[in-house]
Every structure is written in C-alpha cells, then in structure tokens.
C-alpha cells in the first residue's frame, strides 16, 4: 500500500478512533463496526427479567424489539427457570415477526442453589431428561447448561460426568462456565462433544493456554462475553486475540450473557461493543464469530 506523507497520516490517526489508528493502514478500509447479523449465543432470560407468572420487568415483547434494534437474529436461550426460555420458544409469532430464532437449551439451575452442587445432585439428571422429552414450542433442545463450575474438581462429580456424556450421546452442545483445567476434564468425559467454553476464561486464562486447548479439542467452541485482555480500555481488540482469531476464525461465537437485568438494560450497547471489534476483523472472519459458527452449529439459516 502507498504511503501517505507524514502530515497527512497524523490527520488521519486524529480523525479516526483510536483502534482505527492503531490499526492502520492495514484494515483502514474495514474500519466500520460490523454490520451482519448477530447471533446471541449466551443468552438468559431469568426470572429477575420475567416471572412466569409474576413480576416482568422485561416482557417477551420489549426484548425482541431490542434484539431487533442490535440486529441479533438468533439467541441461545438458557433461564433460570428453564419457564423464561420456554416463553421465548413459545412467543412463535412474535420472534418471527422479530426475525428471531430460538435455540432452546436446558438450564440445570432451578434455583440459585443448584449452581454449586449441581454436579452431585441426580434430581437435576432426572430433570434434564424430563425437559429433553419435553422439548418446547420451538422443538428439541439443543444443549445443556450455562452451567458453573468455581472448582474444577467439581467436574468429576457423577452428575457432570453423566450430563457430557448425555451430551455427547445425543448431539447437544454444552455451555460451560469453567477454567481451562474444566475443559481438559470435562473433555475427558466426552471427547466428541460440542463443548462452548462460556467466556472463553473468564478468569482470564493466557491467551497462550486458551490456544493449546483449541489445538488439542478441534470441536471447543470459545464463546467471548466478559473475556478479559480481549479488548483494551477503548473497546479496541487487542492483538494477541486478532491473532487467535486469524488462528481459529471458525471457532468463536459472541454473546451477551444478560444474567443480571443491567445486562438487559444494556443489551444495545453490549451489542454494539461487539460489533466494534468486530469491525476490526477481515470481513469474513467478523461475520463468521458474529453469525456464521454458531448458525452453522445449530443449522439457522441466514437471514433474508
Ligand atoms: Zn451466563
């Protein structure tokens, strides 16, 4: 590429953001936020969102109209209770209307009890299997969790070792909120599983770590809200994560994980983070992250 005379590259890097000034002149010509479809694949809509019945602060209504508004045309839907993503699986006509599609998977907490002993207690086997003969209105589930696990060990328990395998017998993905040594362990378990690492080291594993898991285990999926050292201060990627991703363009999805309801009441502008950085990426590697792995993992069309 010509280079531009030095007067003109300082106007230039002032006129642009920062990233953009960081960044170039490599992607100049990529410098907008991206603007594709987005699939939500992290995703609650609990109780403190919407009581079925009860209180709700947010109806099903209000957060399709923000979907709609971020341009996020699919979502994982995981709630504690399983009752919010089943109200969002029944509200056929609205997410249609919404050009929303529901991807339907079974929460393992019934309460927020359940997310420190889960992994020992058979009753939430017994209900995972009830949900999965179940289904919902918008058909089969098609994964398990988000589940937690705050020590690794925890992922021996009888419980987590039955819910992968399960998983893995029936072609459903899990999502999975865990260290980089949980992802060795539960891999164990069940080699062929779609594992989708929520967070993708929320503790911040070195991108180094996270990078020899994605060698070893070729169906880890990373699923990036909340990682730290993905973005600096500015919002801009930073560049060990670039290089990830030119690594494994196709094995990253986004998401919002809205387990609080400032998470909802944000939800816009997490969005629109997202497709910030995005924006930073080759054009097919940010549509691939924003839409494409995680439509290809659960077969949702694209959009018109
Ligand atoms: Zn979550």
Redesign the pocket.
Known sequence: MRQLPLHRRRWLAMALSSCMALAWPLWAAAQQPYRGPLFDA?L?YNEEACAFPGVCPYPVSEVLAMMQRAGVRAIVA?SRTNDGTKALAAAGDATRAAGVTVVPFIRLYRNRADYTGWFADDSIYGMVQQELAAGTAAGAYRGLG?FHLYDSRNAEGPVAVKLMQLAQARGLAV?A?VDDDAIDRLMAHAPQARLIW??TGIGGAPVARVRALFRRYPLLVGEL?YRPGLTDGEGCLSAEWRALFSEFPERFVI?S???INARWSGYEQLMAEARRWLGELPPAAARRIAWGNAAALFGVRDPD
Request: charged residues 15%; proline residues 0%; hydrophobic residues 25%.
């Open positions: 992290h609650h995981n988000e999502l909120h929520a967070h809200s998401g994980d809205t387990w």
